[in-house]
């Protein structure tokens, strides 16, 4: 079965500082993998994603992230946050079938505070 | 594109009651999902939709739950006679199925059983 962990629960970074949530997961096959963020009381809004090809992906609002086979991580990445993107983050692990997607796999969420 | 559309925002009811939730997808969707967020843990999968036909479903749905898309468009999750475990985040995604693609979320239907 798949599986994703988060191992931090909270973060606290300073604004304008650098980031890195990480991610591990548990997948039998080559993994579909994304990040997603959800504000208090909203969805989920879909950060980045990848599939296959490069290991480092670009997504919305500065965000990156690396895919290490090796070390079954994919960690976020943003240089510098701003206020704003305080959030809780979720990565996920996706299966496919049938040509579409079966559904995803979320970790437990690691929750970002910016602090001034 | 008006996004994925659920109702209600929010629900409160008593235990034993009955409740629905819609879910309306994107339109040229023609996969449609249903997750279940508890405080603090990331959106659990409960069923998913291809068209009208129901591929998939947790073991986290019990027999009281029961989701339907009669017409291969928008999708209703029933829950009856509710319990207090019940209470969470009822959230609905769609996508599109051809080649690889992403679920897009919509705002959830918060659930309080008192």
């Known amino acids: 079965a798949q599986s994703v962990t988060q191992p931090d629960i909270h973060i606290t970074v300073s604004e304008g500082a650098s980031l890195e949530l990480r991610c591990n997961y548990s997948y039998g096959a080559t993994p579909y993998l994304f990040w997603y963020v959800q504000s208090p009381g909203q969805g989920l809004q879909l950060l980045l994603k990848?599939?296959?090809?490069?290991?480092l992906v670009q997504g919305i609002k500065g965000f990156e992230a690396e895919f290490k086979r090796s070390q079954s991580s994919f960690n976020l990445r943003k240089p510098s946050v701003h206020w704003s993107d305080a959030a809780e983050y979720f990565c996920a692990v996706g299966s496919y079938s049938g040509g579409g997607a079966d559904g995803l796999t979320f970790g437990k969420g690691t929750h970002l505070i910016i602090q001034p | 594109d008006t996004g994925v559309s659920q109702d209600p925002r929010h629900k409160i009811t008593k235990r034993g009651q009955n409740v629905t939730f819609r879910c309306d997808p994107i339109?040229?969707?023609?996969?449609l999902y249903w997750y279940r967020q508890t405080l603090g843990q990331g959106p659990e999968f409960l069923t998913y939709?291809?068209?009208?036909?129901?591929?998939?479903k947790s073991r986290l749905l019990s027999d009281r739950f029961s989701a339907e898309r009669p017409k291969g468009s928008f999708s209703t999750l029933e829950i009856q006679r509710t319990e207090q475990g019940d209470s969470a985040m009822y959230l609905c995604a769609s996508s599109f199925s051809q080649g690889v693609e992403k679920l897009f979320f919509g705002s959830g239907t918060q659930l309080s059983v008192l």
């Open positions: 339109s040229e969707h023609n996969r």
């Open positions: 990848y599939f296959s090809g490069d290991t």
């Open positions: 939709f291809q068209n009208e036909a129901q591929l998939e």
